[in-house]
């Protein structure tokens, strides 16, 4: 079981990143979004973050080019046929997912692996949804996906050991460090991670602190590179709503239920940093505390 092909559902945050460091590593890699406008959104990210690569030295500009040319991206489904592997980073909604799997299922042959992507969705029920289900597994990318190293590997009690081995490889050849986990909502990180994140904005729902010290406090308290509100903001506000509703649902406890202020930014439309608000605004130079959670509304 060889991969030399992959192909990238969505390519929005961590799409283009997946599809990027395909790209980096050699592997010809067909990217698929919903709009022409999304799609570009998309390619123009990669082509941003390669570009600083190369002002930094880290990436020579034939890298650049190479790794462009090993991208094409499409609108069509079908032209993920010819992949041997298909990494899905669509929006976290089982519904959602489980409707593409079924379709690319009808496309690409036996053979190919399919991945998902997903945070907290459980993978047996994504498996379950398509023909293969020995051949779906979990491929946990961290984002930025070009910069973070780690990627988990999850495995369901249906999965095929010879597809989660050539998947383990997949991952090496890229460049980064798999672990392997087991097909629970959250694997091993997001289990850990969620429950910090809401806990930070309990904080400061109970006006524990202001956002710029709930940040500093576990920055410099604890040796983390960034605060849990500015990491929130990365993440997404409405990609960590879903996760938590989907851990929530899944283990009924209240630890991961998502905290009302939570649910009051998705509602307004403050996703974070993808929005240019969230806990802080992104509109000027640098980012501030949003106005509503300094002025206590
Ligand atoms: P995002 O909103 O940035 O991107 C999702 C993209 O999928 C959008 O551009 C959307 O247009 C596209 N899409 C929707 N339906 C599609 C379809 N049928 N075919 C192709 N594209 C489609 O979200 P994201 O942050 O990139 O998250 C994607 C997945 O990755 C989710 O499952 C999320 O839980 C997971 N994830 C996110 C992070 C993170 O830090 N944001 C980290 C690890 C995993």
Redesign the pocket.
């Known amino acids: 079981m060889e991969i030399k092909n992959v192909g990238v ?8 990143g997946i599809a990027q460091v395909a790209a980096r590593a050699g592997y010809p890699t067909v990217v ?4 022409q406008d ?1 799609l570009d ?2 390619l123009k990210r990669i082509e941003g973050f390669l570009k600083k690569g190369v002002e930094k030295g880290k990436v020579t500009r034939e890298e650049m080019a190479k790794a462009q040319g090993n991208i094409k991206g499409t609108l069509k ?1 079908e032209d993920l046929a010819g992949s041997d592997i298909v990494i ?5 909604d089982l519904d ?2 489980n ?2 799997l079924q379709t690319i299922d009808g496309i690409c042959p036996q053979k190919t692996i399919f991945a ?6 459980t993978v047996t029920a994504m498996a379950r949804a398509t023909r293969r289900p020995e051949r779906v597994i979990g491929l ?4 930025p996906v070009p910069l973070m190293k780690l990627v988990e590997v999850v495995r369901t009690i249906l999965t095929d050991e010879n597809a989660f081995q050539a998947a383990f490889r997949f991952v090496k050849s890229l460049g980064k460090e798999p672990i392997a986990a087991k097909d629970n909502s959250g694997f091993i990180v997001n289990l850990l991670l969620v429950p910090y994140l809401l806990d930070a904005i309990r904080a400061l729902e109970h006006g524990v602190a202001s956002v710029e010290d709930i940040d500093k406090g576990m920055q410099l308290g604890c040796g983390y590179p960034m605060g849990p509100l500015t990491l929130l903001d ?3 506000l ?2 960590t709503c ?2 938590a509703n989907i851990m929530f649902e899944e283990y009924r406890e209240t630890r991961y239920a998502p905290p009302p202020l939570l649910r009051k930014m998705v509602l307004a439309g403050y996703y974070g940093r ?1 929005s240019g608000k969230g806990f802080y605004d992104y509109s000027g130079e640098n980012p501030v505390p949003s106005d509503f959670l300094v002025l206590g509304r």
């Open positions: 559902l969505g390519c929005g945050l961590m799409g283009s698929r979004e919903v709009s999304l959104k998309g489904l899905e980073a669509i929006v976290e959602i997912k409707e593409v998902t992507n997903t945070s907290s969705l946990h990318f961290f984002n990365f993440v997404g409405d990609t879903r996760i993808k």
